[in-house]
C-alpha cells in the first residue's frame, strides 16, 4: 500500500537516481490531487490551495513520467493534516531535486531539476498555508 513514508523511504534512497525521480513524480502528483481535494472544503483557502496544485502539476511535468505504473491513489481521508505532511516530503523532493541537479552533465536536465525544486518548494510553501484564514 502507498503511503507517505513510502515517499519519504524512497526519498533517502542513494542506490540511483531513478528512485528518487519516481518518488519526486509521485509526490508532485500526490500533492497536487490533494490540493484540488482540499480547495473544495470551507476550512482552507482555494487560492491557496488551487497555486499548490498548479506548482505541483508544473513540478512533475519537469520530470520524466514514470517508465511503469501509475500516480498514487488519493487517500480516503484528504484534510490539512495530509497537506502538512505532504508539504514535508515537498521539501525533501526539493532539497533531493537541487542535489540532482548539481550533478546534471546536460544543460536540459540541470535546468529541469532546478526548476522542478523551485516548484516542489512554492507547492510546499501553499500547502503550508491551506488554513482559510
Known amino acids: 500500500m502507498f503511503s507517505i513514508d513510502t515517499l519519504r523511504s524512497d526519498l533517502s534512497d542513494t542506490s540511483g537516481a531513478g528512485t528518487v525521480l519516481r518518488a519526486a ?41 514514470p517508465a511503469e505504473g501509475s500516480a498514487p491513489p488519493l487517500p480516503g481521508d484528504v484534510g490539512p493534516g495530509l497537506a502538512d505532511g505532504l508539504a514535508e516530503v515537498l521539501d525533501r523532493v526539493r532539497q533531493r531535486l537541487d542535489e540532482q541537479g548539481r550533478a546534471a552533465e546536460a544543460p536540459d536536465d540541470l535546468y529541469a531539476l532546478h526548476a522542478a525544486a523551485d516548484r516542489a518548494g512554492e507547492a510546499a510553501a501553499c500547502l503550508r498555508n491551506l488554513r482559510a484564514a
Open 25 to 65: 513524480w509521485d509526490a508532485f502528483a500526490l500533492a497536487g490531487a490533494v490540493a484540488r481535494a482540499l480547495a473544495w472544503r470551507e476550512d482552507t483557502d482555494p487560492v491557496a490551495a488551487l497555486s499548490a496544485a498548479a506548482a505541483a502539476d508544473a513540478g512533475r511535468d519537469l520530470l520524466p513520467p
